[in-house]
């Protein structure tokens, strides 16, 4: 039996709270003109503004000449390391004229954003004991005077947070040591041998530099909490506790002591800031350990949770949980973006959070109340001793989902006939069912898979239309929990994670495995939906387009344009944004695993991609900037 969504308050803590109604900082490019000459010139943040819109009201290039594209310059930034499954993940940040991105091995250059000419590098000198390289970009601040301070913000994965002068490059003296905090020194525990650091951009509200950080996922894991820093003196102005301690707001959530030294939960792919509002918001990540949770039952506030926290004070706002109990790994991969849509004939400030589930969410900006109607159901239980998984998940009216939901006969791969029956006969052996059915000893089949629907890729928005536009994943995974050996302190881990394949090793499923998305936010609808990416040995094989995984994200222009790498067959695209018909396509030398940028220098409008490679999809790696333009 379904629920109204007033029911969530009396599953232990209430979803939405109240907030300040101001002017909408992502309505400005709503108020811009189309003249390219007067449009927006600077790509100012990772997400194109502090909204993640990544909209630009650039013109130039256009549905009529995109065809014309070349390669305007290329940059090699150096970097690679031997024998590292490294990838360039950053999105350029253009400031008049000047273009700051990251490498492999996580130096900071900049650029002459209309040559690719190098001005300056930093390099933070990597320490063996990183386990991971990824960076996702920068974020600048500045005073706001004529001849002031300029800066650049970079977190990076072991743990340090570096301010450098964004004219030469050299690091701030009055911050931190020597232009460095060392994040791990704030945190009680003892991260010796656990991951803690940041692969997300920061973002910067006011004086605050505010972070998001990337940990571990095993039974033993960092905190998660969201952390502000005096963006001039690098000593920390505020910490949220994503797990709740005692005395706080939903520690309720938490039974006994599963709350101690409880991991993830973490805001893992960054945060979006309404300035205007004084609002920061993350998505955020599942609670440690990601597959088992007999040691932690209950809802696990703020796991799997949309938050909004005061950026003065890390206060809460108001969340709204999206997951309860997560066993599956779908962490909010990806901070929501802040959009302005139409319902019921008035203009709503909202936030709009796409996840791994295949869903989006659409909610009030100030009030957390969902846009659309969020009902309960029964969801499939554990049959894993000791695990107590939540009788009902949450699910909206609207929009449909983006992915398919669960995996049966029905679903599996028609690509040939052997294919098929190979998948056929590995499923008698498996658990399968719809989604939120929970990893088993016997191995569960999961669709939507660890890696979405959504990824951290994100969606880009329209304001002109309304339209929010996402690249998705869409192909099952397998994960088995195994009993954990006697001189341990939980009961399971997993085993044999990764996708369920065919012989061949081709997704499990029907294609298409990889999508590009439009959801019509002011309707709730899907407008249309295209594979994304392709295997050219499969093309020979005369089969249509069957989309691959994919990781990067888009941007969307007022030309009619989504530009979008992220597929593994290496390939940079142009799509209409009204139909989703393929325009323009480059082979670039290594997967663009990364979300473009475009910017104008001298009436000239470019765009540009990382060229990293490696990544999750393990293709060949790169360390290449590719800029765009017409002739």
């Known amino acids: 039996m379904q629920k109204p969504m007033t029911c969530l308050a009396e599953r232990g803590a209430r979803s939405v709270g109240g ?90 250059i900049a650029l002459d954003a209309a040559t690719g000419r190098e001005r ?15 960076n996702r970009g920068i974020a600048y601040w500045s005073d706001g005077q004529i001849g002031g301070a300029r800066r650049i913000l970079l977190a990076i994965p072991d743990g340090r947070l570096y301010s450098l002068d964004a004219r030469t490059g050299r690091p701030d003296p009055d911050f931190g040591k020597q232009g460095a905090v060392e994040l791990r020194a704030g945190i009680k525990r003892n991260l010796a041998d656990l991951t803690y650091g940041v ?7 006011e004086n605050l530099v505010i972070l998001g950080f990337s940990v571990g996922e095993g039974h033993v894991s960092a905190p998660g909490d969201v952390r502000a820093f005096d963006v001039r003196t690098g000593t920390e102005s505020w910490r949220f506790h994503t797990v709740p301690q005692p005395g706080e707001f939903g520690h309720e959530t938490w039974p006994g002591e ?3 030294e409880r991991g993830g939960v973490n805001a893992w792919g960054g945060l979006s800031v309404d300035a205007k509002r004084g609002l920061v918001f993350a998505g955020l990540g599942s609670a440690a350990f990601d597959f088992y949770g007999g040691d932690r039952p209950g809802d696990n506030l703020f796991a799997n949770s949309v938050v909004a926290l005061d950026a003065r004070t890390g206060r809460r706002t108001w969340h709204y949980q999206l997951v309860r109990h997560d066993v599956w790994d779908y962490d909010l991969p990806t901070p929501p973006n802040l959009v302005t849509v139409t319902h019921d004939g008035k203009r709503r400030e909202a936030v709009a959070q796409v996840t791994k589930t295949g869903y989006v969410f659409l909610f009030d900006r100030v009030t957390g109340q969902p846009l ?9 239980q554990s049959d894993a001793p000791g695990e107590q998984t939540s009788p ?7 929009p449909a989902p983006f992915v398919r939901h669960g995996f049966s006969e029905k679903d599996v791969t028609d690509i040939s006939p052997a294919a098929r029956e190979f998948v056929l006969e590995k499923m008698k052996t498996m658990r399968s069912g719809p989604i939120f059915t929970p990893p088993s000893v016997r191995g569960t089949i999961q669709m939507p898979g660890l890696h979405g629907g959504a990824t951290w890729s994100g969606a880009s928005f329209d304001p002109t239309t309304g339209l929010l536009y996402i690249n998705a994943n869409d192909m099952p995974w397998q994960v088995f929990l195994t009993p954990a050996t006697p001189d341990k302190n939980y009961k399971f881990a997993a085993r044999g994670i990764g996708w369920l394949t065919d012989k061949d090793g081709y997704p499990a499923a029907k294609p298409p495995w990889g999508t590009l998305n439009a959801i019509d936010l002011n309707r709730g609808e899907i407008k249309w939906q295209v594979p994304l990416g392709e295997y050219p040995e499969l093309i020979a094989r005369g089969l249509a387009p069957t989309g691959t995984e994919n990781f990067g994200g888009s941007c969307v222009t007022a030309g009619g344009l989504i530009f979008i790498g992220s597929t593994r067959d290496e390939k940079f695209r142009a799509f209409d944004k009204a ?53």
């Open 19 to 108: 907030g300040a109604a101001t002017i909408l900082l992502v309505l400005l490019p709503l108020l811009l003109p189309q003249n390219p000459a007067l449009a927006q010139t600077d790509w100012s943040f990772v997400g194109g503004d502090q909204g993640r819109m990544r909209y630009s009201t650039l013109n130039q290039i256009n549905r009529k000449n995109v065809k014309n594209l070349q390669v305007a310059w290329t940059f090699h930034t150096g970097g690679l390391l031997p024998k590292v499954n490294s990838a360039i993940q950053c999105t350029p940040v253009v400031i008049e004229g000047v273009m700051y991105v990251t490498s492999p091995d996580t130096q900071v």
């Open 199 to 205: 692969t997300a951009a920061p973002v910067v509200f």
């Open 579 to 631: 139909t989703g018909t393929l325009l323009w396509e480059h082979k670039l030398e290594a997967g663009a695993y990364a979300a473009p940028s475009t910017y104008s220098i001298n009436g000239r409008q470019y765009v540009v991609i990382a060229a990293g490679g490696g990544g999750k999809l393990a293709t060949k790696t790169g360390d290449a900037y590719v800029a765009f333009a017409l002739p």
């Open 120 to 134: 300056w590098r930093f390099n933070p000198q990597r320490i063996a004991k990183w386990r991971y390289l990824y």
């Open 392 to 398: 009902m998940q949450v699910y909206p009216v609207k």
């Open 372 to 380: 659309f109607e969020i009902r309960e159901r029964p969801a499939p």
């Open 258 to 260: 599963s709350w101690r």
